[in-house]
């Protein structure tokens, strides 16, 4: 066998041309591999936002309204059941 013995610079140049060539992405591709045909494009979710009411979320307004209403029948439910 002849091989050619190559210099440590000499590897390492021929390895960049080989992944200078086109790295590929996961997310780079636009055709398919096996058939190509154009992939359809993903489509981007949209971030959920929280429904906030005069900036706090949704979920403190309920604890809010709730400590307010056992306080108010605290008040109210308290002398019924003293005497």
């Known amino acids: 066998m002849n091989r050619e013995r190559y ?13 200078s060539v086109r790295p590929v992405e996961p997310d780079d591709k636009r055709v398919c591999w096996r058939c190509n045909a154009e992939l359809p494009r993903p489509v981007e979710k949209k971030p959920k936002n929280a429904v906030t009411f005069f900036g706090l979320p949704l979920w403190g307004w309920i604890i809010i309204v709730m400590m307010f209403l056992l306080l108010i029948a605290g008040q109210c439910i308290a002398p019924m059941l003293a005497g």
């Open 7 to 19: 210099t440590r610079t000499q590897r390492k140049e021929v390895a960049d041309e080989l992944h």
